[in-house]
């Protein structure tokens, strides 16, 4: 017998025979984690709507209850990267011993994020550059973006200079996007081994480069 109407939504949603269990009214997030999984594994190229429900074990139609086309998937994922990264970033800075060495951990843990998750790394800026402007995760208080913000004003930059306070922001934050995208070159393996491995030759960089090497003023006591 067809299914009509809320049962046949409902069929949709269901999972397939064998596929991985998810709780009820979780389907957009198992949706977002199986595209993950397949751009880390085989790249943007082979995301579509149809494979990311073959690999959450749903109907071809369930994604498009969440999703309207391959481009919102996409954004979704991306946005998850995100939040990772600020998640990430907030982790470095409150490992910090100073505030004044907390820029330093930030972006560490920035180039960390970038070397473990390649793939959507990629597609993060790529949605981002395709707006006008950045994603709410990516730009909010409680992202890493605004993570590096609250960290230069414990180190001392003044908060009442909004123009110094971005441009500080943003050179932070390119010093780190340029470090993750050098760091894997082959020609600094062997400074690499020399240094005793990647983070210890992230953390080199870092000291040599523009607001990671400066020193704000002091905080008062």
Request: hydrophobic share 40%; charged share 25%.
């Amino acid at each position: 017998m067809r299914e009509t109407g809320n049962a046949a939504a409902k069929s949709a949603d269901a999972p397939a025979c064998g596929a991985r269990p998810y709780h009820h009214g979780d389907l957009s997030r198992a949706l977002v984690a199986a595209g993950r999984r397949i751009l880390e594994a085989e790249g943007p190229t082979a995301l579509s709507l149809r494979a990311v429900a073959r690999e959450a074990g749903v109907s071809p139609a369930a994604p498009y209850h969440h999703f309207k086309d391959k481009s919102e998937l996409l954004d979704a994922v991306a946005e998850e990267g995100w939040r990772e990264l600020g998640d990430a970033i907030a982790k470095g800075r409150a490992a910090a011993t100073d505030p004044r060495l907390a820029l330093n951990e930030i972006g560490v843990a920035y180039v960390a994020f970038a070397r473990q998750n390649p793939a959507l790394y990629r597609l993060m800026y790529h949605a981002a550059c395709n707006r006008s402007m950045m994603p709410d995760k990516a730009k909010g208080e409680d992202s890493g973006y605004g993570q590096v913000r609250e960290a230069l004003i414990a180190a001392g930059a003044d908060p009442t200079d909004e123009r110094e306070l971005q441009l500080t922001q943003i050179a932070a934050w390119c010093n780190a996007h340029g470090v993750a995208e050098m760091v894997g070159f082959k020609e600094f393996e062997t400074l690499k081994e020399a240094m005793g491995g990647e983070e210890a030759f992230v953390r080199g960089i870092l000291r040599h480069t523009g607001i990671f090497s400066r020193r704000p003023r002091a905080v008062p006591d």
